[in-house]
Nanobody, 121 residues
Framework: VQLQAFGGGLVQAGGSLRLSCAAS????????AAWFRQAPGKEREFVAQ????????NYAFSGKGRFTISRDNAKNTVYLQMDSLKPEDTAVYYC???????????????WGQGTQVTVSS
């Protein structure tokens, strides 16, 4: 499975962005998908995950109530809707796909190239 993330950009604090992750490969619908992010000088951290069916989701504490992960298996696409953005959300956001439902980045074998999100104060 190959992944391509897009939709990042510059937004003011309090604004919204929707990230998309387009996947190639017919098996994508059987994979758990997730978003991670990495800010300058920091380690990559978990943001959200969604099961292959879309029926289960999990969020990092920092994004609960503000971020929503969803997927459309017919379009081989995963989304991350981010609302009420804060400057501390500034990071490169990566989408990932894997066979296990996990918030551990080491469990994901397929990664997109990342998309920059910058939130100005």
């Amino acid at each position: 499975v190959q992944l391509q993330a897009f939709g990042g950009g510059l937004v003011q604090a309090g604004g919204s962005l929707r990230l998309s992750c387009a996947a190639s490969g017919r098996t994508f619908s059987t994979y758990t998908a997730a978003w991670f992010r990495q800010a300058p000088g920091k380690e990559r951290e978990f943001v959200a995950q969604i099961s292959w069916s879309g029926t289960s989701t999990n969020y990092a504490f920092s994004g609960k109530g503000r971020f929503t992960i969803s997927r459309d298996n017919a379009k081989n696409t995963v989304y991350l809707q981010m609302d009420s953005l804060k400057p501390e959300d500034t990071a490169v956001y990566y989408c990932a796909a894997g066979s296990r439902y996990s918030d551990d980045s080491t469990q994901y074998a397929c990664w997109g190239q990342g998309t920059q999100v910058t939130v100005s104060s």
